[in-house]
């Protein structure tokens, strides 16, 4: 039976706005941006939104001890394995209104599609929010997702901190009290198939005038803490060949690192996104500065070698300060199992639109769930390939389509 | 009457320990630092307790509209114009337990040898705290001194906000109020000297094996902020060739900085101090950079042309963002009047003391009190040249030296 004629591109983008108003604002240029951490008040106040939505149409929720959020449609066959959809509900601080939350949205409204095209599938149908995937308060990002696959021990994050010193394992406990009224379930589970649909966040759908990415796989990616250690003086009066200036070193560091991340390909990534300096006043010269490294690659051999250099250039690079490098976050490059991005390929090319097989340039939940079942994620595309912004969009129309393709790709997964 | 041997080497180091106790910390590696920001809670306790020692010797306590703070010993004829002396109560945030507070301790024990040696000269001595003299706080540093002096108006920093964004009206507002019981004076004056005692904040003392600088002048300073402007966009997806990169281009506009500031004589002082970066997340290309430029010499030449590069500079470093700059602070490099160094030097030599003429690397309120008066600083040795830091350290014996030589000379002016 037909379910992508019960998709309503209508009550899809309503849901849409109504969530980019959590955490919603506006910024100097006029556009509606989202800043909804995770664990937040605002991320509590999105789930409950969600929830009501879940509740009407009769799914059952559930929450696991990393708050993953879980909205399930019954089987025909309640035993069998289910298929799983959905994405995360936190953004950037300086956020857009589609990344990560559509993938939900897009879940909810595939499932309600099937219920009002009176299919009934023989899997039970599952749509997840993962909790913290963006690593924007806490880092690193997909923690939900990396504890609910057992790439990581449940317990690996506690003592992180966000900016205000708030532990994850604090703000865990706060938001899951909050929570009390929900069902709980266990953490992990074996999924029959993992669905995630997103926007691109990337320039290729667009340029290249199609309406669905299937895509293949997730580059991979490395993240490092850098901190340089020096010593302060008075900027005044210490001659500068005899100081221990955190800030002249690291940035000798970061200029070794661009020469390292050379590409000429561009398909390097290489961020240096954030950096503090202590103790941050104009007249003393720097004692520590902390920066991040973001670095990615599809290719393992080049995000091995590359990667593995960065401590060792560092230390090249510096002339008075010490510096310790952290490997906070390590996610190899990952290939999808073949039959989810096929399930996408038959529909999207059923329905009509214009599809094409690209790997992800950003990481997703996706990339931890393929060791536990096969996994697959459609892409629609957004302007101009900006997300983790306020200007981030994505058409009502291209986000309809996305739906559609989603709704068909898992009724026919949970049929199988 | 001689008036060095009241000086008391222990009664001033106790002094010295009981403020340092407010504000204080220990650090990492056992030093004991202090970190009392202006206008603040520890600013105020650590004026009353200098109140609590002027008061039992009779001192008569006023406060001016910038909260600059005086303790006054009256003269025998109290029509004559005051011989002030003074210097700052406020720290760096990791700062020491000597820079500034010294100058207001040594000008107490001054006074106290001159009242128990049994002086009584001609005209009265005042000791002065100047408000916010390290910008630590609220940037720029000598406020105080720069409103008594006329050098700017008093309202010029009110908008200036500290970390919290508190504006530099409502902390002095609140910080006024606190002092409501305090006689008040009007901002200004016409003393007939001023003289300064600081700790060096540089090697050459220590290094020379002099007791005692003769400071002749202050090196100009110019400070500096500098905002570079990008856009955000996702650290795995967007081709580092379409980035507008603040950090990356903050990064080349120091670079280049630090080739104009280049400088084989190390005379020229150049400090990038504080960097921050927005949204400050590891996964996101930042979308704006801010930083602070600091930079000191003596020769005025060379202050204005440099200075006056900088701004080309970094517009020609940037190869994707845009940058503003904006110069905060410009002070000119100053020359003493020869009278005060006259004063010091002789009784420098009276003592028997080791001393040389320098002039001084840092910035001090005395700057901005030579247009108003004959004006003069003196130095004692600090260890390894050390300040704003926790492990800034004088000699209990080398603070006793500072302080009759400050003892004699005072009181020597005071009767001319």
């Not at 899997?123 to 923690?143: D, K, Q, S």
């Not at 994050?157 to 009224?181: C, F, M, N, P, Q």
């Not at 005044?236 to 940035?251: E, F, H, I, M, N």
């Not at 393929?370 to 997300?387: E, H, K, Q």
Request: glycine share 8%; net charge negative.
């Amino acid at each position: 039976m037909p379910v992508a004629p019960a998709v309503n591109e209508t009550r899809q983008w309503t849901r849409l706005m109504a969530m980019a108003e959590i955490g919603g604002f506006t910024d100097a240029a006029g556009h509606k941006g989202v800043n909804r951490p995770c664990l937040s008040a605002e991320d509590r106040r999105a789930r409950r939104l969600l929830i009501s939505w879940a509740s009407e149409l009769g799914l059952s929720v559930s929450v696991d001890p990393l708050a993953n959020l879980f909205l399930r449609l019954e089987g025909t066959d309640p035993s069998a394995a289910p298929v799983l959809t959905g994405s995360h509900m936190d953004t950037q601080p300086n956020g857009g209104r589609f990344d990560g939350i559509w993938g939900v949205i897009a879940g909810l409204e595939a499932v309600q599609a099937i219920l009002e095209s009176g299919e009934r599938p023989k899997r039970p149908i599952e749509v997840v929010a993962w909790t913290n995937e963006e690593g924007g308060r806490f880092a690193p990002g997909c923690m939900g997702s990396m504890a609910w696959s057992g790439f990581k021990p449940a317990d690996t994050w506690d003592a992180v901190t966000d900016k205000d010193g708030i532990t994850w394992a604090d703000a865990l406990r706060e938001h899951l009290s909050a929570e009390a009224d929900l069902p709980r379930r266990p953490l992990g589970g074996k999924p029959f198939a993992y669905l995630e649909a997103h926007i691109e966040q990337g320039p290729r759908l667009e340029a290249e005038g199609k309406d669905i990415g299937i895509v293949t796989g997730i580059q991979g990616s490395r993240w490092f803490t850098v901190e340089v250690s020096g010593r302060t003086d008075h900027a005044g009066t210490t001659p500068l060949s005899l100081r221990k200036d955190a800030v002249q070193d690291a940035l000798r560091a970061i200029s070794a690192l661009n020469t390292l991340m050379h590409d000429p390909t561009d398909v390097l990534r290489f961020t240096v996104g954030s950096i503090k300096v202590w103790p941050d006043t104009s007249n003393s010269v720097a004692e520590r500065v902390r920066f991040t490294i973001d670095f990615r690659h599809p290719d393992n051999a080049v995000l091995q070698a590359r990667g593995d250099a960065i401590p060792g250039v560092i230390q090249a690079a510096l002339t008075a300060c010490t510096a310790s490098v952290t490997e906070r976050f390590h996610a190899l490059p990952s290939e999808f199992d073949p039959m989810v991005p096929a399930v996408v390929e038959h529909w999207a090319s059923a329905l009509g639109l214009r599809a094409m097989r690209m790997p992800s340039g950003a990481f997703h939940d996706a990339q931890f769930v393929v060791p536990v079942c096969p996994t697959g994620m459609l892409f629609v595309p957004c302007r101009a390939g900006v997300s983790h912004h306020p200007s981030e969009y994505a058409e009502p129309a291209a986000l309809a389509a996305g739906a559609r393709v989603l709704a068909e790709a898992l009724a026919d997964l949970a049929n199988r």
